[in-house]
């Protein structure tokens, strides 16, 4: 949210930057370059602060912050890895204070903002936009009549919707973070980018990907409560479903209809997939927030219905998550109960780095016509 | 570009906002809230910075730099205004470094980031997110054969395109400026919000608006050069055209078919519109870098064609623009070359504040039946 992806503009910045550095020019105050990923998967970060005493650069693929060194110019750079491909966050610190990179315009927000850098891989990565066919996504604004409120809604379409005459396309309903927006699946997460690269590979089924708003009046993205489950379920069920039917050229079988989400996401795909099998035949839980107490007693009743109407329940968690031993209680508990699920346990933490891993193994285990 | 629209966790942070206010709590390093934009149209920026010497904000409805105020826990504000209904682009200085709002997510990106504060009006404003019928915005990817590149452009259809079956649409093709991208007219530009708000007054013709990219291989968004009209003229009719034709409902006759942008974008759509009568009959520049010499020459080489194709030539320009004076010449020269044409020359300078105002009173003038 709260950014564009990577555009065409960043495209043309990166060229610009290779013939910068090719005619060996220096980059000064006007046109500073930053950050630039060479080729040995090192990154130089640059800032223009003449006036600091101090400036550093905390990256998520460096230990620490790291102290950066300034020339004649008041350029301040430093150059770091090289790092595995993939997208890390990043900010500058200059005399305690952390900002953003000014002329990097991939921000991500998240009660503030910080920037985004993309190490790319060779071949390139799941999540590198590449020379494939791409699919659209779909900016919407809604009517919530179960809230009373305007919501915004994005809808991913895969290569080839408009101009096909398929009758119906499978969906996916995928559900952000607590602090997130209906655009973070896209801007941080690149469920647009994943969903082309598996299609284009033959991965997966053509499906649409509805992306909602998770947070509700009763639970603005600023507060720490969890307790808008049956609000957003009302929306989801009620208001966000049909409007995208009226719309969508989406199958409105139950074994055409998955839900999936990452952290409060994932407590709410738990939550209103268990809670509705005559809806979601597909369920995907990211480094979840587990519901509790009588409320996970009530999902995990019927563990027989569950197995014959279910086709896939899959729960994700990497072990350095805070939310790991949740996940891991869960995991025991739907053993004990004898439902079926996929455990993927994994390395990593409460990070966007497993979220798009993640999406990326779910998508292509989605719609198949046999358990 | 570079950031998403008024988003839902905008909405709620404005509600949480008031709330925190009701209840008299005062805003600590951990939820600090700016800007906060008062009922009496004055305006709170805030910026928790307790290391730092001297804090002060930039913004576009005050003088000057104004410095802020440290208190006890390190948080510097400061209380501008009353400011205009509009939308405004601001930053903080600390100790000499411009940075953005950390809590902010509207970001503008132009170069660098900087932020955007909504001084809303009562009635609401032509820019602002009513609650009337919401079109939609689609974000493609296209493969531009005549440039080789992958490339953006974004697709504004009106409210009800999805679920009426009405034939066919006129359509605006809609021009950023230089250093812009496919997505600044929606994002900064509003103009989505814009077409939506004169739809539900019934002041415009439902439309569609097709916002492409017009930064080109050979001039790419950090050069200085103009020098691009040529590709992106066969990027537009080669490409882009028959890639909208071919998706969305769309008249193909020229009277139904408008071109317009500002600054760069202007000279595209006098460029590209002026020397296709055959595909546009409406054509619109704001605050236009003019084309110049033979070229200007030749589109302007038959006054009478002109008259008898063009359905509306509108040329907006604000006396305090740095391209006024050539924007005045321009007009000149269309008069004695007895060119009909509409002359717009307002107040304002080079701005986003002007060339939303100009969309909003332009899109009303097109696609009526008769001249």
Same mark, same amino acid.
């Given at each position: 949210m709260r950014t564009r992806q990577l555009s065409s503009a960043v495209l043309f910045a990166a060229v610009l930057a290779s013939l910068v550095l090719q005619v060996g020019a220096a980059a000064h105050a006007g046109q500073v370059i930053s950050p630039e990923v060479h080729p040995n998967l090192r990154v130089t970060f640059r800032l223009h602060a003449p006036r600091a005493d101090r400036v550093e650069v905390s990256v998520q693929f460096a230990e620490d912050v790291q102290p950066m060194s300034k020339d004649n110019n008041g350029l301040w750079s430093i150059t770091l890895g090289p790092a595995e491909p993939d997208i890390y966050v990043y900010s500058f610190i200059v005399d305690g204070l952390?900002?953003?990179?000014?002329?990097?315009?991939?921000?991500?927000?998240?009660?503030?903002?910080?920037?985004?850098?993309?190490?790319p891989g060779e071949p390139p990565m799941f999540f590198q936009e590449q020379r494939v066919g791409h699919g659209v996504v779909h900016i919407h604004k809604y009517e919530s009549r179960s809230l009373g409120v305007t919501r915004g809604l994005y809808v991913y379409t895969p290569p080839g919707y408009e101009t096909s005459q398929n009758a119906q396309y499978p969906v996916l309903y995928l559900l952000h973070g607590m602090g997130d927006s209906e655009d973070t699946w896209t801007v941080v997460g690149r469920a647009n980018v994943i969903a082309d690269n598996l299609l284009a590979k033959n991965k997966a089924r053509p499906l649409v990907i509805v992306m909602p708003y998770g947070h509700t009046p009763s639970a603005p993205p600023d507060s720490r409560s969890l307790d808008n489950y049956r609000e957003f379920e009302k929306d989801l069920i009620e208001d966000v479903i049909? /409007?995208?039917?009226? &719309? /969508? &050229?989406?199958?409105?079988?139950?074994?055409?209809?998955?839900?999936?989400?990452l952290s409060m996401g994932g407590g709410q795909a738990l939550t209103v997939g268990l809670g509705n099998l005559e809806l979601f035949g597909w369920v995907g839980a990211f480094s979840s927030a587990i519901p509790r107490g009588?409320?996970?007693?009530?999902?995990?009743?019927?563990?027989?219905?569950?197995?014959?109407?279910?086709?896939?329940?899959?729960?994700?968690?990497?072990?350095?998550?805070?939310?790991?031993?949740?996940n891991k209680k869960f995991l025991e508990t739907l053993k004990t109960k004898k439902v079926k699920h996929v455990a993927h346990i994994t390395d990593g933490a409460h990070d966007w780095r497993i979220w798009r891993r993640y999406l990326n193994e779910f998508v292509p285990l989605l719609f198949k016509a046999d358990k």
């Open positions: 952390e900002i953003t990179d000014p002329v990097n315009p991939i921000i991500k927000f998240w009660r503030t903002s910080k920037n985004l850098v993309e190490v049909p /409007y995208v039917q009226e &719309r /969508y &050229r989406v199958s409105s079988d139950r074994k055409d209809r998955a839900i999936a989400g009588k409320k996970l007693d009530d999902l995990l009743a019927e563990p027989k219905l569950m197995n014959k109407k279910l086709d896939l329940l899959w729960v994700g968690c990497g072990r350095k998550d805070f939310l790991f031993d949740a």
